[in-house]
């Protein structure tokens, strides 16, 4: 596709219920990130994918986090038992290369709401 | 450690002035540096990036920046600002971290352009 496309672009869901976010990457792009950005607050990484290597998780703030890539392509980002510390802009990004200083292109986010 | 800092929340600017906004940093290394751009309600987009060669580096919307090795920094300039620039600005550095390059983000500098 043209940009990087997530959805949904708004999710309101209750505390303890689980969410999946979509990210669909450039095509062709073998990198592909997951950042949470807090009202007012810079970006936080979350995890990244490059190719078929085992993913960058390092930054996934808990084990209700987690986060796959099928085919090298799209991406879903779970999270398990939402708590309202949850809420914020999921912004997913990909790359041509993560080994170079390839600029990463955002996709327009996902904003997660925990009631 | 490896940080970036933007210790702008908010710049504010008359439409027409110039404008700077600030960005050091601190990497192992020669730094890859970036500055994108997040317009409201809307995904961050690229402006533009240092590798090396020449330390003024031009970007989109007229923006460009200066690569400073002696200071560590990399401030974003625009000669004369618009009320359309108006936006949050991110800063952003590629470090190496277990084997794997990410970006470490800066906290952001909201940018206000007053007419």
């Known amino acids: 596709g043209a940009g990087v496309s997530q959805s949904p672009s708004n999710k309101v869901t209750e505390k303890g219920k689980d969410v999946e976010l979509r990210c669909d990457p450039i095509?062709?792009?073998?990198?592909l990130y997951w950042y949470r950005q807090s009202l007012g607050q810079g970006l936080e990484f979350l995890i990244y994918?490059?190719?078929?290597?085992?993913?960058?998780k390092s930054g996934l703030p808990s084990d209700r986090f987690s986060a796959e890539r099928t085919g090298g392509s799209v991406s879903t980002l779970t999270i398990q038992r939402t708590q309202q510390e949850d809420s914020a802009v999921y912004l997913c990004?990909?790359?041509?290369?993560?080994?170079?200083?390839?600029?990463?292109?955002f996709g327009p986010g996902t904003r997660l709401t925990v009631l | 450690a490896q940080s970036v800092a933007q210790p702008e929340d908010q710049v504010n600017v008359a439409e027409g002035n110039p404008l700077t906004v600030t960005c050091t940093y601190s990497v192992s290394g020669n730094p890859y540096l970036f500055w994108y751009v997040q317009y409201p309600n809307r995904g961050l987009q690229f402006l533009l990036k240092?590798?090396?060669?020449d330390n003024l580096v031009k970007g989109s919307y007229g923006f460009e920046a200066e690569f400073n090795k002696s200071q560590t920094s990399f401030h974003l300039k625009k000669p004369s600002a618009l009320v359309s620039d108006s936006a949050l600005y991110f800063c952003?550095?590629?470090?190496?971290?277990?084997?794997?390059?990410?970006?470490?983000w800066g906290a952001g500098t909201k940018l206000i352009i007053k007419p």
């Open positions: 994918f490059q190719g078929n290597s085992a993913p960058d």
């Open positions: 990004a990909s790359s041509a290369l993560v080994v170079s200083a390839d600029t990463q292109y």
């Open positions: 240092y590798i090396t060669g």
């Open positions: 095509s062709g792009h073998t990198a």
């Open positions: 952003a550095v590629r470090v190496l971290m277990d084997s794997n390059y990410q970006l470490i």
